[in-house]
């Protein structure tokens, strides 16, 4: 889906939303702690690192706002063109990421909670995401931590949804696992 305006962003958000929580609900709930191999995470790892991701971006983009708030960073009334995080990304096509330390899945919380948390860290994205039109978000930059990637606001944003979608294949290969295994019924087609 391309995501060219702020709206877009909502849309794209709750597109990969959707995916993860489809794809997660076809696992059954008594494999949603297993890992499918050693170095592999769970359905409910994936979840919990998601949750953390989000709430990262989250603390970032109102720091990011607040910065443009003291800098005096208002919109120039014009509409913002750079929301598509996929050209910052070029060099992260078809390469393994690990994560950091703190967004690594440590058993946070069982299946119950994890889908209040992933909830509760939406809600608190898509309430930042009003407040966007009201900065010059283009020039505020905050690069990814790790890689280095320089995300202008909405960017972050779309970032969430590009991650979240690494995460559905995840929860596709997850799925297919245990189809193999026996251990479930094969996934639906996809109706796409």
Not at 89 to 112: I, N
Not at 125 to 140: G, S, T
Not at 165 to 192: F, T
């Amino acid at each position: 889906m391309p995501v060219h305006t702020l709206e877009d962003l909502q849309s794209y958000l709750d597109q990969s939303r959707r995916k993860v929580l489809r794809l997660a609900v076809q696992v059954p709930r008594p494999l949603w702690h297993q890992r499918p191999a050693p170095d592999r995470w769970s359905v409910l790892d994936n979840l919990e690192h998601l949750v953390l991701t989000e709430r990262f971006c989250g603390d970032l983009l109102e720091r990011m706002l607040e910065r443009a708030r003291r800098e005096g960073r208002m919109s120039r009334g014009l509409p913002v063109q750079w929301v598509d995080a996929r050209p910052v990304m070029l060099d992260a096509e078809g390469k393994t990421y690990s994560a950091p330390v703190w967004a690594e899945p440590r058993g946070r919380w069982h299946d119950e909670e994890v889908a209040e948390e992933l909830a509760a860290s939406r809600r608190r994205l898509e309430a930042i995401l009003p407040d966007l039109p009201r900065y010059d978000v283009e020039r505020v930059i905050e690069p990814h931590p790790l890689y280095g990637w320089p995300f202008n606001a909405a960017q972050w944003i779309h970032f969430v949804g590009l991650h979240e979608n690494v995460h559905a294949r995840q929860l596709e290969r997850i799925a297919r696992h245990w189809v193999q295994q026996g251990a479930m019924e094969p996934l639906p087609q996809d109706p796409r």
